[in-house]
């Protein structure tokens, strides 16, 4: 299907004047506007936004939006989900909020809203050369209790490709040469497990490490290293309860012809290459297994 990036992710939130204040006041991020009591929110990038907060009776995925060449590309993979039986909930058209666009929104497996676009205006120059806050969106991870259907599907329908596991528990899958956009974790139930937010350097992760610190707030796991995709992470939760990810570093996949997925094991030395980090405690694992997330359909969504 040639999806090329993840562009942006759209997150329910039940304190929505608490929740979006933090972002540009602590996390690093800038406004990119407010539309229905949806806020928007972009990093140093060219990209519209990254992030939206929905007014929201629980927490859970609103959406989760990729990239794809252009409007031919749209109406083509519009074709294709139609053909394999999967539900659109958006067909092509011009996409109703900031940034604009063209695009399509369907439903996954679990009833994940997945938006594909093309032709979002984008910000001239990437923002402030100065601010050191996040870049872009670097990954998303979500929980599933249907691993291995939900693997396949994006895998297999709509074109995602395996970068490596750990055990049959995690599978990490890139779009691009990145090393991941996605994470999936095998779990009880579909949720939310953390946002990734993709930094400059390690000097910029450290340096948003020291501003949530200025405020009182340490890091809930991290800093570290990551054994797949070597990237450095510090991890935090925000005030509606999400967990948020300082990331750094990602690897790069040199060769996709030659690439072959390794099978990590689930140990310390994985999770922390460093060390320095240890295993993620009790709260912050509580915190990424979520809420059970019916998904789209379901009721609880205020501004829709």
């Not at 938006?115 to 929980?143: Q, Y």
């Not at 209790?145 to 599978?171: C, H, K, M, N």
């Not at 994470?183 to 579909?190: C, E, G, N, Q, S």
């Amino acid at each position: 299907m040639k999806i090329r990036d993840i562009r942006h992710v759209g997150l329910l939130s039940p304190a929505i004047e608490a929740h979006a204040r933090f972002y540009p006041e602590a996390w690093g991020l800038q406004s990119a506007g407010e539309d229905r009591q949806v806020r928007y929110f972009r990093g140093v990038s060219v990209e519209h936004h990254i992030l939206s907060l929905h007014p929201a009776q629980r927490r859970g995925l609103h959406h989760l939006a990729f990239s794809v060449d252009g409007r031919e590309a749209v109406d083509a993979a519009a074709i294709e989900l139609e053909r394999e039986g999967i539900p659109l909930v958006a067909r092509p058209a011009g996409l109703d909020e900031p940034g604009g666009g063209y695009g399509l929104r369907f439903l996954d497996p679990e009833n994940r809203c997945i938006e594909l676009s093309a032709g979002v205006a984008e910000h001239p120059n990437g923002g402030s050369g100065e601010n050191d806050g996040p870049r872009r969106l670097c990954h998303v991870g979500l929980n599933t209790p249907q691993f291995e259907q939900t693997v396949a599907f994006y895998t297999d329908v709509l074109g995602f490709r395996v970068s490596d596991w750990i055990e049959d528990q995690l599978v990490f899958l890139r779009c691009g040469r990145r090393h991941h956009v996605i994470v999936f974790t095998r779990a009880d139930h579909a949720s939310v497990n953390h946002v990734a937010y993709a930094m400059a350097d390690v000097n910029d992760l450290m340096k948003g490490v020291a501003r949530l610190r200025a405020r009182g707030q340490e890091p809930e796991w991290g800093p570290g290293r990551h054994g797949p995709g070597n990237n450095i992470f510090c991890y935090y939760r925000d005030p509606g309860g999400y967990v948020n990810e300082f990331s750094s570093d990602l690897a790069y996949i040199e060769d996709e012809a030659t690439h072959e997925p390794a099978v990590w094991r689930r140990a310390p030395e994985t999770m922390d290459y460093w060390g320095t980090a240890g295993s993620p405690g009790p709260e912050v694992r509580k915190a990424m297994a979520g809420d059970p997330d019916p998904g789209w359909t379901a009721k609880g969504i205020v501004e829709d």
